[in-house]
């Protein structure tokens, strides 16, 4: 079975960076496509972004185009956000769908496999 790991989460200031990881120990991304999504306090989870299994294709909620930007190498998938606000505050969750040789993704909650999250606070 599939367990998406994500690291990275931490407490940054408004305008800040960070880097979050996406990985599976024992098992390769290769042949994955993977979402992003958050859950902020008192809200329901979010789709933040995806990145297809080839890396050709990202996508991105409008409340983090132009800020965020997902990527991935043969051992992990990153989500680089930038310019955090404090509504980016919340637990960070990547997921994996198995998709051999897609070209595609989308930002929809049905992905098969579910890390755990990661917290991450944007405040001052």
């Known amino acids: 079975q599939l367990q998406p790991v994500e690291s990275g989460g931490d407490v940054v200031q408004p305008g800040g960076s960070l880097r979050l990881s996406c990985s599976a120990s024992g098992f390769s991304l290769d042949y994955y496509k993977i979402g992003w999504f958050r859950q902020a306090p008192g809200k329901e989870r979010e789709g933040v972004s995806c990145?297809?299994?080839?890396?050709?294709m990202t996508d991105y909620a409008d409340s983090v185009r132009g800020r965020f930007i997902t990527s991935r190498d043969n051992a992990k998938v990153y989500l680089q956000m930038n310019s955090l606000k404090p509504e980016d505050t919340g637990v960070y969750y990547c997921?994996?769908?198995?998709?051999?040789?897609?070209?595609?993704?989308?930002?929809?909650?049905?992905?098969?496999?579910w890390g755990q999250g990661t917290q991450v606070t944007v405040s001052s």
């Open positions: 997921a994996a769908d198995w998709n051999r040789y897609g070209t595609t993704c989308a930002i929809v909650p049905g992905y098969d496999y």
């Open positions: 990145i297809s299994t080839d890396g050709g």
